[in-house]
């Protein structure tokens, strides 16, 4: 791990003097050129220089804004990330992103996705909304690995960048959708080949510094394309081809003050020479797990935001100053947008961040909503800044002139409103075999009919190995590699006795205190409740156990009552729904399982489980939790009397809930067991083909609407759990803490997964685990080291 100096200024040089912050302000507003000691002290500015720094930052993007035409408006791209190789020639020691050769062969994944495999992700953002392609990859891997060679030999391409090309003007070609290239360090002759399939480019500068570079056991050493001196090279070609570039600088890597400040000083520099740099991004180093800096601390938020301000003043007030959401929590968006930011960059509705995998992306939505909250309005641009796009002739190839003006307002130069998709409609005979329509299904699933997907579901030997690996290929450039999982309890409501208990499986509410501190005190971040209050309660009862819950441990997320158990509370306490969950979110509850359900289906309902809410309630039930602001799970109990149409059926209601609601997490596909269950749609199948069926189809039908599919590895088992996160599933559900107090008071008690066995699990996978709270953020560093 890199020690960061700490000499700050001593470096600058024997003529260093005090700088003050209010006159580096002033001169920079006067139109002065700032020196690098200036810079200094604005990147170091603390107390009342700070705030005086941002508020000179967020006047400046104010006026900057209104210059441009757009006063109050924050802008996005919304965007599919496509990581065309993980392959790399460097090796930075920060990095989670690249694989080696051995790797991808132990993940059964490609040296390059293929062109159909791509295709599928960009035709999948299409039917979201999305415009934009980011191609992200590894640095001239074929450099370093003979295996990106032979692989580019093979396909018929010279180069690593030449597939780049044809892969950009593919995706244009088959999708209308317009990529943005990231291919790392590039020569000028390359660049000038690459800017007739792309209307922008980036590379981020990172630093300036040398000393990360040269120096043995810093974090860019070793790695020959983060040569400080040839990114600027870069960057100076891209702006002498006239090419609309992004570029950036990383802070908390080890850099001094005095490399921030001349980082912004040579971007500063190489956009005045020529005006070409549309963006710069302003990124917080955060550290991954199994990297030479796992363990090195997070970027400093406050030390963050002033380099934010500080790239703010340096670059004026026409730059475009960019903080990528989701490095961020939400709580810190008033921060950064007072440091005077005006984009957030790119946003996915479909695909992870592969560079920053534990980082979700927050949903547009709420993005919008919280930008509306901090005075600005949200609006989607395009890849290329409208400035560029405005005067296509000097910035765009003319074979980019026609795609981008089929995406762009004419006005505004922003992205159009409305979106269209080319849908593939199946027309030739392949795409009818079950391979074929497996990967019809990947690049679009409301491409296929329901009968297409019961074929789909039903598919045996080659066929459905072919729909595993579909589905997982699916599942790993959309969701990404990691393996999540919850630490949490579960606590069965209908044990709760107000006179107390009597039996190890009952508990009063001094119990739940108990229960819910003690799952805290274990590393918890979930404690579960559900399950019907006996008659011979009160009601209200429903909420006591949430306050006493929440009185034990403040801080735990409390994931609680089903659907029936909500329409129970509401009955009996004569509370409409909307009042019934107001209640439960006055009495402390975060989030609803969406559990209560076999099959959407009247029929089943009737045979299998009479005594579940009826379905109709259940769907008015669940939307109404949603539209109350509650997140939720979805489930489906298969392997009984359904049939593979009422499983579509099923399938197809839970998407049409989450188009008109988003509030579905996760979707647990689970095998009923007892003497209704273990029953296979298909004479003859396993128990084990039944499972991967139904998990690689939920993924394919799902894709783009629910995100996770989780593997409830106590009904399968770890065995069987393993086949079935390589078919699709990426979730392993909870670790189900039986805790120190009643631990029989909780729904399959006795069932424990513990992280390191669950990080073994992933491992044998070549994947890695990630703990993940109950709505897929990033649990606290503290609850991290909690957990026993």
């Known amino acids: 791990m890199p020690t960061p100096r700490t000499d700050l200024r001593s470096d600058v040089g024997p003529e260093t003097a005090p700088v003050l912050v209010a006159h580096a302000i002033d001169r920079a507003r006067s139109g002065a050129r700032l020196g690098v000691n200036e810079v200094l002290a604005l990147v170091t500015a603390d107390g009342a220089d700070r705030d ?47 694989d080696t050769p051995g790797q991808l062969l132990k993940k059964n994944k490609p040296a390059y996705m293929s062109p159909e495999q791509v295709l599928q992700v960009v035709r999948q953002g299409a039917a979201l909304g999305c ?5 992200t990859l590894g640095d001239r891997p074929e450099d370093r690995w003979p295996e990106a060679r032979v692989w580019l030999d093979e396909h018929g391409y010279a180069s690593t960048l030449d597939y780049v090309a044809a892969i950009a003007r593919l995706v244009t070609a088959e999708t209308g959708l317009l ?59 891209a702006g002498a081809a006239r090419i609309p570039f992004t570029t950036g600088i990383l802070v908390g890597i080890g850099e001094t003050p005095l490399d921030r400040a001349e980082s912004l000083i040579a971007l500063r520099d190489a956009e005045e020479r020529h005006g070409h740099i549309q963006e710069v991004i302003v990124q917080n180093f955060r550290a991954k797990p199994r990297t030479a800096m796992q363990d090195a601390p997070d970027a400093d938020l406050l030390e963050y935001a002033t380099v934010v301000a500080a790239a703010r003043i340096v670059m004026g007030a026409r730059m475009r100053i960019q903080v990528p959401p989701n490095l961020s929590d939400p709580t810190e968006f008033a921060l950064l947008v007072g440091a005077g930011i005006d984009d957030w960059g790119g946003v ?63 006005e505004t130069h922003l992205a159009r409103t409305a979106t269209h998709v080319r849908r593939n409609t199946g027309g030739d005979a392949r795409a009818k075999t079950g391979r074929g329509l ?25 066929a459905l190995d072919d729909l595993a690996h579909i589905a997982d290929d699916v599942r790993r450039y959309t969701v990404g590699e990691a393996i999540t999982i919850a630490v949490n309890r579960n606590l069965t409501s209908t044990g709760y006795r107000s006179a107390g208990a009597q039996t190890p499986d009952q508990f009063d509410l001094a119990d739940a205190a108990a229960i819910a501190a003690d799952a805290w005190d274990l590393g918890a971040t979930e404690l579960c409740v559900q399950g019907l209050i006996g008659s011979d309660e009160d009601a209200t009862a429903y909420l006591d156990i949430i306050r006493a819950a929440r009185a034990g441990a403040p801080g735990i997320h409390l994931h609680a009552y089903r659907p029936q158990d909500v329409q129970d509370l509401a009955a009996r306490a004569g509370l409409t729904l909307a009042d019934a969950f107001a209640a439960m979110r006055d009495a402390g509850v975060d989030t609803v399982p969406g559990t209560g359900v076999k099959v959407l289906s009247e029929r089943v309902r009737d045979l299998i489980a009479p005594g579940d809410l009826e379905i109709d309630r259940w769907v008015e039930t669940i939307t109404a939790a949603h539209r109350a602001g509650f997140r939720s799970t979805s489930v489906l109990f298969y392997g009984h009397v359904e049939t593979a149409a009422e499983r579509i059926a099923h399938l197809g209601a839970l998407r049409r809930i989450q188009s008109q609601t988003r509030g579905f997490t996760e979707f647990v596909p689970i095998p009923l067991p007892g003497p209704g269950g273990g029953v296979g749609l298909v004479a003859g199948r396993s128990a084990l083909d039944e499972h991967r069926a139904m998990v690689a189809v939920a993924r394919l039908f799902l894709s783009g609407s629910i995100p996770h599919i989780q593997i409830p590895w106590t009904r399968h088992g770890l065995e069987t759990s393993a086949v079935l996160l390589q078919a699709g599933g990426d979730d392993l559900g909870g670790t189900l803490l039986d805790g120190r107090v009643r631990s029989e008071a909780g729904i399959e008690a006795g069932n424990q997964l513990p992280l390191p066995d669950a990080a073994k699990l992933a491992r044998r996978l070549f994947r890695p685990l990630r703990q993940r709270t109950t709505v897929y953020g990033e649990p606290s560093d503290e609850r991290k080291a909690a957990v026993r």
């Not at 919304?78 to 990581?83: D, L, Q, S, W, Y």
């Not at 415009?131 to 191609?135: A, I, P, Q």
């Not at 547009?364 to 400035?387: F, I, K, N």
């Not at 296509?392 to 002139?401: Q, R, S, V």
Request: hydrophobic share 45%; proline share 9%.
């Open 52 to 98: 005086l720094l941002f508020a000179a930052a967020s006047a400046l993007r104010d006026e900057g804004l209104a210059l441009a035409g757009r006063p109050g408006v924050i802008t996005y791209s919304r965007k599919v990330f496509v990581p065309l190789t993980t392959l790399c020639r460097d090796r930075c020691h920060y990095c989670i992103f690249v």
């Open 131 to 135: 415009k934009e392609v980011l191609l």
């Open 179 to 237: 990529a943005h290239l990231n291919p790392g360090v590039m020569h000028a002759h390359e660049l000038d080949a690459l800017r007739p399939v792309a209307p922008s480019m980036g590379m981020m500068l990172e630093t300036t510094s040398r000393a990360l570079f040269e120096t043995p056991g810093q974090p860019h050493f070793g790695s020959p394309d983060k040569d400080p001196a040839l990114r600027l090279q870069v960057i100076e070609d």
């Open 348 to 410: 996915s509705p479909l695909t992870a961040d592969h560079v920053n995998p534990e980082r979700p992306w927050p949903h547009v939505d709420d993005l919008a909503a919280a930008t509306a909250s901090l005075g600005y309005e949200l609006r989607e641009r395009l890849t290329a800044h409208p400035e560029y796009l405005a005067d296509a002739d000097t910035w765009l190839d003319p074979a980019m002139h026609a795609p981008v003006a089929a995406l762009a307002d004419p």
């Open 438 to 462: 497996a990967e019809r299904a990947a690049a679009d699933p409301l491409a296929l009919d329901d009968a297409e997907w019961q074929r789909l579901l039903e598919a045996t030997g080659t």
